[in-house]
């Protein structure tokens, strides 16, 4: 069809990261066998066995027990399920429940959700805010619930969030959360591999997670539910996983999906001290060549994921630097991908307190498994001159405007 | 040279990136989003600002092997064309919101930006071309008559057509239609985009309304005294050129001078003979309507002429365009002051609106453009 794309510095993990060998022979080798794993002959009890073995290895990686696996295509279905599964379930329970406590700086997968929801099914949005680093203060989270505790339906906050990488007090607002018998789910999908994630330690009733970020394939993911919540679904069908999401289960997916959770999570720790090092490395030579850029997110190395660089430069528009990179083989990300390509001020800067400029002027650099100093050096190599032409660039619109 | 190619989604601007690439240029294609709430899909064959067109241009440019990306200017778009074509039907003209897009946004907002990133020409898909003469660039009118645009990029100046570029200036539709196909670009049959892009519907006389007249009968509300009117209606009368009142209209808005139908008159002229529309006063709320021959104009003023090279000096024997797709008209123009053009057409000429562009030809050079202040008949 189209000839590869030429060799560049890939820095944008964050959008998704090159499978692992593990996973693509794990998911390979199941390509070349037949069977559905809800059949009841032989080759259906194969392909279950896959299944099965698959939400052991990721139960088990992940702190969770196999019954609270649920398999899905990905982050977003997961959060589907977790959002509206729970604000059906609790409401259907409770007509009062209808507040939704959610951070203002959600993925698009939760805050779409929620929006949805009170558009088209009554609930009441409650968007926590976040400091300047982009955190949702536990205190935030009392102060909603105490507003009228009987009134909440759910409370989703991220466990890392995807674009400037802060890390939140998951313990504590589940904590408080479960002071008043309110479930809570997070959005784990880029903290799996990056940070210790542990969901029965976590205390959280659901968490979603994703294979593409973590070196798996594309179009698989999970969402661990505990045992007792109910859940109702959103996919109907013929209920394959716990009744709760219908489809038929895709185990090649789900076998390379198991084998790069597995791998993720026992090279996690080793890996975070890789990543924050060259992360750490990374900042310091963009604000050594670039000096007024400012680093978003918290500034203390432990409370953002360890691969994460996210900065405004300002007076440039983000789309602009990300082109002039990209021709010169560098990539990155103004912050999160967006449906038609058009750039939007990222809600979560604005959240932060971001100005509308500032908020346009962001780039993500985002590192993985694959991440090396080269990558960073290439980065380096481009990006004064980038920023400087793209800093005309922005005069010049600025200065056209009447 | 690194080119800029703006990629509407249409098959013009995919051709003549793909032959940017041929000339051997270092082409990236943009996309420019300029609807605030892009639409899913096209109504019909309108338009070039749902999210369908970004799709159709970024397969061109995957089938072309170019770079491409999307780049936002809605809100350019929506204060430098969008307002001003409002503004203008709201002082009684007839604006062509192509050339203002040309002149402000393609060839000024993009052109800047893109120069700035380091790029040294825009590449469009308009039917026109670019010769080297003896006084520098010129831009003359495509080889293919039905589909020249040489009058929307009347208003470029010297600076803008040093970095653009029309590579299908030099060929007829078909032919770029044929070799779409031949390059396998899947737009090679999409239908051409006709009227204003950003009225889907092709109803611009209710566009105007929605956002003028609110108080008038596309409001809801219930003529003269409903409840939900706070506005008045500009609805009016028609009157004859002795100011006899003929009839009544909804709002002036979308009354074009030269227009014909939609005028509902119920009473027939005296001689039997059809009305057009005259004159258009938004503060009287009145449109004027008389016979055809009503209609000639023998002369014009116009404001705010830009030029392509050296503006003409004293009277100069020329050609005139008035209105996108007209025919050339034979006239005298003479260039008063920095501000103001005057023409005197040899042979009256009808459907001239001010608002519109008159584009100064010499053969089948642009010389300039001026704004159509006031006519005289």
Redesign the interface.
């Known amino acids: 069809m189209s000839a590869d794309p030429p060799t560049t510095a890939y820095l944008d993990h964050a959008a998704t990261t090159p499978m692992l060998a593990e996973a693509i022979e794990a998911m390979s080798r199941q390509l070349a066998r037949p069977g559905n794993a809800s059949s009841l002959h032989a080759t259906g009890r194969s392909a279950r066995r896959v299944v099965e073995e698959s939400r052991e290895i990721v139960a088990q990686a992940l702190g969770a027990r196999p019954s609270e696996v649920v398999f899905t295509s990905g982050g977003t279905e997961a959060d589907n399920l977790a959002v509206k599964g729970l604000f059906w379930s609790r409401r259907a329970a409770d007509p009062r429940r209808v507040r939704v406590l959610a951070s203002a700086v959600e993925h698009h997968a939760v805050l779409d959700c929620v929006e949805w929801l009170a558009e088209h099914q009554g609930a009441q949005p409650v968007w926590l805010d976040v400091d300047e680093f982009g955190r949702v203060g536990p205190e935030t989270v009392q102060a909603a619930i105490d507003d009228d505790p009987g009134s909440v339906a759910l409370i989703t906050v991220m466990w890392a969030n995807n674009e400037v990488g802060v890390v939140q007090p998951i313990a504590e607002i589940t904590r408080i959360a479960h002071e008043h018998g309110i479930p809570v789910h997070s959005d784990a999908v880029q903290a799996v591999g990056a940070l210790a994630v542990d969901f029965g330690r976590s205390g959280l009733d659901a968490l979603s997670i994703t294979g593409h970020k973590i070196g798996g394939p594309l179009g698989v993911g999970a969402l661990l539910a505990a045992r007792n919540l109910a859940l109702t679904p959103v996919l109907h069908g013929g209920g394959q996983e716990r009744e709760i999401r219908s489809g038929t289960l895709d185990t090649p997916a789900i076998a390379g999906f198991a084998a790069a959770v597995s791998h993720a999570v026992a090279a996690q720790a080793e890996l975070a001290l890789e990543l924050a090092d060259l992360r750490d490395d990374l900042v310091a030579r963009v604000r050594a060549a670039v000096p007024d850029a400012i680093l978003n997110g918290d500034p203390d190395p432990d409370g953002r994921l360890p691969g994460n660089a996210h900065f405004s430069f300002p007076g440039c528009e983000g789309d602009a630097l990300l082109m002039l990179l990209d021709a010169r083989g560098v990539e990155c990300s103004t912050g999160s991908a967006c449906t038609a390509g058009v750039a939007r001020p990222s809600h979560v800067l604005l959240a932060m307190g971001a100005s509308d400029d500032l908020a346009r002027a962001t780039l993500r650099f985002s590192l993985g498994h694959t991440s090396t100093k080269a990558d960073v050096d290439a980065l380096l190599s481009v990006l004064p001159a980038a920023v400087e032409r793209a800093r005309r660039a922005g005069l010049v619109s600025a200065s056209s405007k009447r | 040279m690194k080119v800029l190619a703006a990629m509407s989604g249409g098959v013009d601007s995919a051709v003549a990136a793909a032959r940017a690439v041929d000339a051997g240029h270092d082409v ?1 294609g943009v ?1 420019l ?1 300029l609807s605030k709430n ?1 639409q899913s899909y096209r109504s019909g064959a309108r338009g070039c600002c749902t ?1 369908e067109d ?1 799709r159709d241009a ?1 397969r061109a440019a ?1 089938v072309i ?1 170019i ?1 491409f ?4 200017l ?1 809100e ?1 778009f929506d ?1 430098d064309v969008v307002q001003d074509f409002i503004a203008e039907y709201a002082a009684g003209r007839t604006p062509n919101p192509c050339l203002r897009c040309n002149e402000k946004v393609k060839f ?2 993009v052109l ?2 893109g ?4 790029f040294d020409a825009v590449c469009t898909g308009h039917y026109a071309r670019l010769l080297d003469g003896a006084g520098g660039r010129e831009l003359h009118r495509a080889v293919d008559p039905g589909k020249d645009q040489s009058y929307v990029l009347g208003v470029l100046d010297a600076g803008q057509l040093r970095h653009a570029m029309f590579p299908l200036g030099d060929t007829p539709k078909s032919q770029v239609r044929r070799e779409a196909a031949s390059r396998g670009l899947a737009v090679a049959e999409k239908p051409d985009s006709h009227d204003i892009c950003f009225i889907s519907d092709g109803d611009t006389a209710g566009f105007l309304r929605r956002r003028l007249d609110p108080g008038g009968a596309e409001s809801g509300a219930a003529a003269g005294a409903g409840p939900g009117g706070g506005l008045p209606s500009t609805g009016g009368d028609i009157v004859d050129r002795e100011g006899n009142r003929l009839g009544s209209h909804d709002g002036v808005y979308g009354f074009t001078i030269g227009q014909r139908r939609g005028l509902r008159i119920g009473t027939p002229a005296p001689d039997g003979r059809p009305r057009y529309v005259l004159d258009v006063s938004p503060v009287a709320r009145t449109v004027t309507v008389g016979s055809a021959e009503d209609l000639d104009v023998r002369g014009l003023s116009a404001r705010r002429p830009r030029w392509c090279g050296a503006p003409p000096v004293g009277a100069v024997e020329c050609a005139v365009q008035v209105r996108a797709h007209g025919e050339p008209l034979p006239a005298v123009v003479r260039l008063l002051d920095d501000e103001n053009l005057d023409v005197e057409l040899h042979a009256p000429a009808r459907g001239v609106a001010p608002g519109q562009a008159v584009v100064v030809y010499d053969g089948t050079r642009v010389v300039g453009s001026a704004t159509i202040d006031s006519t005289r008949r």
Do not use: N, S
């Open positions: 990236t996309h989003a892009p999210i970004a970024r995957d092997g770079p990306y999307v780049w936002d809605a350019r204060e000024a907002a800047d930006k120069l700035a990133l380091g």
